[in-house]
């Protein structure tokens, strides 16, 4: 069956076969070295039929020579293959061989980076996130740059201090020794990521109905909580957390940048909008800067009061005697993190969910769903940016609310926006803030 559908749909989809076996032409895309020959390199001796170990480590040096085949499409392989033949072929009438020729023996030690590629595949073996089989390429990338950071510091370099620099722009780029600069290890990555796919789970944005009945929850919570300070101050902060990370469009990480000594500060609001100071570090050398975002005091389609639940976090901190810190935080006063207030959500929302479907995305069909697609990483953003598309803000106010995050991102270089937002003073933006929040 899958057979005839894949003859259907012509080179659309991927057969069985894919990844499975070597094609001819595959070595005139790839640097090659035979299992045998990468097992001597990096064992130093010859492999064993009866040795268990042997055998694995044979397996996973073929399944990288294969991956790095396959960072190439069929089709890529075999026109390039038919262009050498046919490129040797029109040579003979010079009595030449052809431009191509024995690219001779590799190094006695593993040059190309076999070791680091088994090290990946047997990172992907472990169980992951999504399936208990293997994990997904984002997860074991990560090895990659555990091994690639170590080359870096290595003392043991080929090149010493060589760089390249670029008079003009001040760039400087070094030269790296080890297996993760190697040709063959950059193909074998492809392919890898190629074979393995990408499982990708993104957040969902939320309706208006369902923020609302999401925080209505929440407010629930806090009155069952009466007796208890903890309790109820921790369901305050949380949403507190959710209604300002909505009305600012933020992501989880940036939502915990909210400092109580700043809001403090500005709780008096000036004019017709609230002020929520953010501690975050820009990636130059700078250390901490406050970014002044600002939100209307209701939100104006959704109608959620954004200072409620901002004086609501006040209180809660007066009452625990904190002046500074972080205003998302546990009742010793550290900082909360993101899995805390996704459990808490997920209280709520598996508890609606009980109730009424009709509200949830309608990729959510199950609680588990629920724990999948709405956390606090992307869903308030997602939301909010929904929000304000639907209500006909101006794309240039959407950009002048996230440009924070923007800048965080630029790593100490300018930010990729335009030139007039680069240049305007955020603090006089109030406008661009107040047509977000009505249109929210």
Same mark, same amino acid.
């Given at each position: 069956m899958d057979d005839d559908i894949n003859k259907l749909w %012509?080179?659309?989809?991927?057969?069985?076969?894919?990844?499975?076996?070597?094609?001819?032409?595959?070595?005139?895309?790839?640097?090659?070295q035979c299992d045998v020959c990468v097992f001597r390199r990096l064992r130093k001796a010859d492999p064993s039929p009866s040795n268990s170990m042997d055998d694995l480590l044979l397996r996973f040096i073929r399944r990288?020579?294969?991956?790095?085949?396959?960072?190439?499409?069929?089709?890529?392989?075999?026109?390039?293959?038919?262009?050498?033949?046919?490129?040797?072929?029109?040579?003979?009438?010079?009595?030449?061989?052809?431009?191509?020729?024995?690219?001779?023996?590799?190094?006695?030690?593993?040059?190309?980076?076999?070791?680091v590629a088994i090290a990946i595949l047997n990172e992907s073996t472990k169980p992951g996130k999504?399936?208990?089989?293997?994990?997904?390429?984002?997860?074991?990338?990560?090895?990659?740059?555990?091994?690639?950071?170590f080359e870096k510091v290595s003392t043991n370099d080929l090149f010493g201090g060589a760089s390249l620099i670029s008079?003009?722009?001040?760039?400087?780029?070094?030269?790296?020794?080890?297996?993760?600069?190697?040709?063959?290890?950059?193909?074998?990555?492809? %392919?890898?990521?190629s074979r393995m796919g990408s499982d990708v789970r993104p957040n969902f944005a939320l309706s208006i109905?369902?923020?609302?009945?999401?925080?209505?929850?929440?407010?629930?919570?806090?009155?069952?909580?009466?007796?208890?300070?903890?309790?109820?101050?921790?369901?305050?902060?949380?949403?507190?957390?959710?209604?300002?990370?909505?009305?600012?469009?933020?992501? %989880?990480?940036?939502?915990f940048l909210l400092e109580i000594k700043h809001?403090?500060?500005?709780?008096?609001?000036?004019?017709?909008?609230?002020?929520?100071?953010l501690i975050g570090k820009l990636k130059n050398g700078e250390g901490a800067v406050v970014h002044y975002l600002r939100s209307v005091k209701i939100t104006g389609r959704s109608k959620i009061d954004i200072q409620k639940w901002r004086d609501r976090l006040l209180i809660v901190h007066r009452l625990a005697g904190r002046k500074e810190g972080p205003a998302i935080c546990d009742s010793d006063g550290h900082l909360l993190t993101s899995i805390e207030i996704n459990k808490?959500?997920?209280?709520?929302?598996?508890?609606?969910?009980?109730?009424?479907?009709?509200?949830?995305?309608?990729?959510?069909?199950?609680?588990?769903?629920?724990?999948?697609?709405i956390q606090n990483n992307r869903t308030f953003r997602k939301s909010s940016d929904t929000q304000a598309i639907s209500g006909k803000v101006p794309q240039s106010d959407i950009d002048a609310v996230n440009r924070w995050s923007t800048k965080e991102r630029a790593k100490g270089k300018a930010p990729?926006?335009?030139?007039?937002?680069?240049?305007?003073?955020?603090?006089?933006?109030?406008?661009?803030?107040?047509?977000?929040g009505k249109g929210l």
């Amino acid at each position: 069956m899958d057979d005839d559908i894949n003859k259907l749909w %012509g080179r659309k989809r991927q057969s069985k076969e894919e990844f499975e076996s070597a094609r001819p032409g595959d070595h005139l895309h790839t640097p090659f070295q035979c299992d045998v020959c990468v097992f001597r390199r990096l064992r130093k001796a010859d492999p064993s039929p009866s040795n268990s170990m042997d055998d694995l480590l044979l397996r996973f040096i073929r399944r990288a020579n294969l991956d790095a085949f396959w960072s190439r499409a069929s089709s890529t392989v075999a026109n390039n293959r038919r262009n050498v033949k046919g490129t040797i072929e029109g040579m003979k009438r010079f009595g030449l061989p052809g431009p191509f020729y024995d690219p001779g023996p590799s190094p006695p030690y593993d040059s190309f980076g076999y070791e680091v590629a088994i090290a990946i595949l047997n990172e992907s073996t472990k169980p992951g996130k999504y399936c208990d089989t293997h994990k997904q390429w984002e997860s074991i990338r990560k090895v990659k740059s555990a091994i690639a950071s170590f080359e870096k510091v290595s003392t043991n370099d080929l090149f010493g201090g060589a760089s390249l620099i670029s008079d003009d722009k001040g760039w400087v780029q070094r030269f790296q020794g080890g297996g993760t600069g190697s040709y063959w290890y950059q193909r074998f990555t492809a %392919g890898c990521k190629s074979r393995m796919g990408s499982d990708v789970r993104p957040n969902f944005a939320l309706s208006i109905n369902l923020l609302k009945r999401l925080l209505m929850g929440i407010d629930q919570k806090i009155k069952q909580s009466k007796d208890d300070f903890n309790q109820a101050a921790s369901w305050t902060i949380c949403g507190a957390f959710i209604a300002i990370a909505y009305a600012l469009s933020l992501r %989880g990480a940036e939502g915990f940048l909210l400092e109580i000594k700043h809001l403090e500060e500005f709780k008096n609001t000036k004019g017709d909008l609230l002020w929520f100071p953010l501690i975050g570090k820009l990636k130059n050398g700078e250390g901490a800067v406050v970014h002044y975002l600002r939100s209307v005091k209701i939100t104006g389609r959704s109608k959620i009061d954004i200072q409620k639940w901002r004086d609501r976090l006040l209180i809660v901190h007066r009452l625990a005697g904190r002046k500074e810190g972080p205003a998302i935080c546990d009742s010793d006063g550290h900082l909360l993190t993101s899995i805390e207030i996704n459990k808490q959500m997920w209280i709520v929302l598996e508890e609606l969910f009980e109730v009424s479907r009709d509200d949830f995305p309608e990729g959510v069909r199950s609680k588990e769903d629920i724990r999948t697609y709405i956390q606090n990483n992307r869903t308030f953003r997602k939301s909010s940016d929904t929000q304000a598309i639907s209500g006909k803000v101006p794309q240039s106010d959407i950009d002048a609310v996230n440009r924070w995050s923007t800048k965080e991102r630029a790593k100490g270089k300018a930010p990729t926006e335009s030139l007039r937002l680069r240049y305007a003073q955020q603090e006089l933006l109030d406008a661009c803030f107040r047509r977000y929040g009505k249109g929210l």
